[in-house]
């Protein structure tokens, strides 16, 4: 039964043009969004991250105290993990209309097997 | 042993057991046993995902190791969290959206060859035994300490149960086990942590100036550079940190066990809180055993630092919160090894059977037989080579997982979603140039060969410098994909048309 309704599903996917969704002006403006938000997003806390391992290693600037005993070195670990709450927040909200946006491709385009 | 320790112990085995039977009556298809059908919710997903990560090597290991290295230690914390954005950022929803069982599956998405299955099979099956022996040696090193029985019995105890959780109850009952384990573990660490700050009357500041004077490394304790003092191999550690994680194979299967890429993403939201959290606290147990448990008592207990979280539990808690905090020591490592081996019969059973031998053709009951058996396969195995290789150090096989994580499996997976020209030749190339390159680096380094009797696997001097190779294996496995690309014509930029609309709208035949 599962079998017959597979083959069904497959038979109507081959009518799906998935090059003429991918250069629908609507997916390119979709792809679009979603670079300028994930590419920069990425570079940003991966350099932030190598930043801790290159300065530990290279420089000492970050044993300067800051409070009582606790070093620039402790701030700057403790700000990591700022950064995963801070970051990973903003993705989710933008992740959402994303979502939407996709929703939308998937009606429009895909359902119509890509000629629209 | 102790009659608290005896009790709890019979209890999370009593309860894991529970939780099995209960699972085993819901497993009826391959999809329950390899994903739990797709059917946890967000957050239970969430929690099942901090469980995987936080292994007795998170939990132990790295208690110890700020209780040893101060600063130093509390950069594996960093790395294993800033893996979490890579996973969330880059992997996590094209690889719900593309793959069904397991990686190969992601891959084969875009390429139908069986030589690309093969090769990423491989690799998980590599990184999944490396893991495992690591973690049975350790944990049989651990029971016998908290539980004073012989090696062998903890070993067999450990294995036994993991094979019970994956062959009765698969996916369901080791994502039930992993998610119990990472609720008692979280409540743990909170109530050490509590207690240690109520000793400094909740004022961090203090509990810095106390750990100062408390070590025998003074002032240094809290400077970078105490074990890592080599630049290069600090950043190499922190490259097969970051992206290891994102390429191990008991993780990437978390994300097959929800329905969609949306649950997907909040359950690696929960994860990321739950482990951010849990890191943090990692610093309060390291420094508290540091202060109340002493170096030399940590030292005299296990040398690797593994005792650090027991014995501060003991220190500040007394008794039940030692029992306690052992139990849940005992937990943590039956939730990790059964998730290995989940992952590690997905890719026998699911790849290299049903995929390439059967090309598909076989039955849901043929395929979940077929997954029990590779199941008690690959339990069989580990435990065996676990048994053989108690007196060997093991510690560079978790740095060896970790490194064929981040070179053989994070370059071809961000490959096949994002790169247009990537074609089947260089997904091997990827694949093969990460996978090989790791394992010969490793066994050439200071990890294997030492000229210290006792400190590495084998006495003599290692040919290359550093521990972990992956700021030099990482790049190889990127550049094989890139080279075995440019060096064949082939390109179905129709397939890629279609991956790519699929990645990123998680548009599926079914939907």
Redesign the interface.
Same mark, same amino acid.
């Given at each position: 039964m599962n079998g017959e309704h597979?083959r069904i599903?497959?038979h109507r996917?081959d009518e799906i043009d998935?090059?003429e969704?991918?250069?629908s002006s609507q997916?390119k403006s979709?792809?679009e969004g979603?670079r300028k938000f994930?590419i920069p997003?990425?570079i940003f =806390?991966?350099v932030f991250?190598?930043l801790?391992? #290159?300065f *530990?290693? @290279?420089t000492t600037f970050?044993?300067t105290p800051v409070?009582?005993?606790?070093?620039w070195?402790?701030v700057f670990? =403790?700000a990591?993990?700022v950064m995963?709450?801070v #970051?990973? *927040?903003i @993705?989710?909200k933008r992740?959402a209309s994303f979502?939407d946006e996709?929703?939308q491709?998937?009606e429009d385009q895909?359902k119509q097997g890509g000629n629209s | 042993m102790d009659t608290t320790v005896v009790i709890l112990f019979l209890a999370i085995v009593l309860l894991t057991l529970v939780i099995t039977f209960f699972a085993a009556k819901q497993t009826k298809s391959t999809g329950d046993f390899y994903t739990a059908g797709g059917g946890l919710t967000g957050w239970q997903n969430g929690l099942a995902i901090a469980g995987d990560y936080l292994s007795a090597a998170s939990f132990l290991g790295i208690a110890g190791a700020i209780a040893l290295n101060g600063f130093d230690g509390f950069f594996y914390s960093i790395g294993f969290l800033i893996a979490y954005l890579v996973v969330l950022f880059l992997v996590a929803e094209p690889l719900r959206n593309l793959g069904k069982y397991t990686l190969a599956d992601m891959i084969n998405s875009r390429f139908d060859k069986k030589k690309i299955r093969g090769a990423a099979a491989l690799s998980t099956i590599t990184i999944v035994l490396f893991y495992m022996i690591a973690q049975l040696v350790g944990a049989g090193a651990l029971i016998q300490l908290l539980f004073e029985i012989d090696y062998w019995i903890a070993v067999l105890i450990v294995g036994v149960m993991m094979t019970i959780y994956v062959l009765f109850g698969g996916m369901i009952a080791t994502s039930w086990v992993q998610i119990t384990k990472a609720v008692l573990l979280m409540a743990g660490m909170v109530i050490i942590s509590f207690l240690v700050l109520m000793k400094f009357n909740f004022n961090i500041s203090a509990m810095f100036t106390e750990v100062k004077t408390a070590t025998s490394h003074g002032a240094d304790y809290l400077k970078p550079g105490l074990k890592y003092d080599d630049g290069l191999g600090t950043i190499s550690l922190m490259i097969a940190l970051v992206l290891g994680t994102s390429g191990l194979p008991h993780i990437l299967m978390r994300f097959f066990t929800v329905k969609d890429a949306r649950t997907a993403r909040s359950s690696v939201i929960t994860a990321t809180w739950t482990i951010g959290i849990f890191y943090i606290l990692t610093l309060f147990l390291g420094f508290g055993a540091a202060i109340f448990v002493g170096e030399s008592q940590i030292l005299g207990a296990n040398p690797g630092g593994n005792m650090a979280a027991p014995l501060l539990a003991e220190a500040i808690g007394g008794n039940i919160l030692f029992a306690f905090i052992s139990a849940v020591a005992f937990a943590t490592i039956l939730a990790v090894v059964a998730g290995l081996v989940l992952s590690g019969a997905s890719a026998f059973a699911h790849d290299i059977y049903g995929q390439i031998i059967k090309k598909g053709n076989v039955t849901d009951r043929e395929q979940m037989l077929a997954a029990r058996y590779a199941a008690l396969a690959v339990s069989v195995v580990s435990i065996l080579l676990a048994l053989g290789a108690q007196n060997l150090n093991v510690a560079f096989l978790v740095s060896l997982a970790f490194c064929i994580a981040a070179s053989a499996n994070l370059p071809v997976i961000l490959y096949t979603v994002y790169w247009k020209r990537f074609n089947s030749q260089g997904a091997i190339m990827a694949i093969l140039f990460g996978l090989i390159s790791a394992l010969v680096l490793v066994s050439i380094s200071p990890s294997v060969f030492s000229p210290v009797e006792g400190a590495a696997l084998f006495v003599g001097n290692p040919i290359f410098p550093l521990e972990n190779p992956a700021i030099v294996s990482v790049p190889l496995g990127f550049l094989g994909g890139y080279l075995g690309t440019i060096f064949s014509k082939e390109n179905d930029l129709k397939r890629y048309a279609e991956v790519k609309v699929k990645a990123n709208t998680g548009y599926r035949k079914s939907s």
């Open positions: 597979e599903e497959e996917e998935f090059v969704v991918e250069k997916f979709f792809m979603k994930i997003m990425s =806390f991966l991250y190598f801790l391992p #290159l *530990t290693s @290279y970050l044993n409070f009582g005993d606790i070093t070195v402790w670990a =403790f990591q993990f995963v709450w #970051l990973s *927040t @993705y989710v992740a979502d996709a929703d491709i998937i895909i | -």
